[in-house]
């Protein structure tokens, strides 16, 4: 049994390392660098092995995106849970938002524009993204209800994905950030239906 044991961990890290050398690729030169016959060179295993984790690009890009959504939540609660208040906590779950897009730009990518078999918003949505789904929805909703929460939180996370596609693509006036998140977290507090 101790050699299946070694076996499983060897190929767990190898499953892994894939993952990490990956997203360093990626976050360093972009994900069009990352390509299996250089993934395969980098981690010094040939294509085949390669492949024998993962069916091809696509796979890998969806598990850095799984992976970065259980950090992506972990960020997001740790934000919240430091705020003072559930007013505070709103304004807490943005920036976090929009901290990690920016610090960690090929994850998010990986996480929201390419392409994976990553389920959204259906029975069969992998846990880590629900998770992600929920500390949103919980933090919009014990500062602004609950009425057509699900929604709301779908439109909240539209809004902050749609300042960290602008911001990354410095198509925002940087000066104005703190502004403009400011006024977004006051502008969900006021037009929040009554629960």
Do not use: C
């Not at 984790?53 to 430091?82: C, M, N, P, Y």
């Amino acid at each position: 049994m101790a050699a299946q044991d070694r076996r499983e961990r060897q190929r767990a890290e190898r499953h892994q390392l894939i993952i990490d050398t990956a997203r360093g690729i990626a976050e360093s030169e972009g994900w069009d660098a990352v390509t299996t016959r250089r993934l395969a060179d980098r981690i010094e295993y040939s294509q085949p092995v390669l492949y024998s984790h993962f069916a091809g690009k696509d796979a890998i890009v969806g598990a850095v995106a799984l992976q970065g959504f259980v950090e992506f939540a972990d960020t997001l609660r740790a934000d919240v849970s430091a705020a003072p208040d559930s007013a505070s906590a709103l304004g807490a779950l943005a920036r976090g938002y929009l901290r990690f897009a920016e610090l960690r730009p090929a994850v998010y990518a990986a996480m929201f524009s390419m392409d994976t078999d990553l389920t959204f918003a259906r029975a069969d949505t992998p846990p880590a993204l629900r998770t992600a789904f929920e500390v949103m929805r919980d933090t919009l909703g014990a500062a602004t209800g609950t009425a057509h929460l699900e929604t709301r939180t779908e439109l909240a996370w539209a809004t902050l994905h749609g300042l960290a596609t602008l911001t990354a693509g410095n198509r925002l006036r940087p000066e104005q950030a703190h502004e403009r998140l400011t006024l977004l977290v006051e502008h969900w507090r006021a037009a929040a239906p009554h629960s």
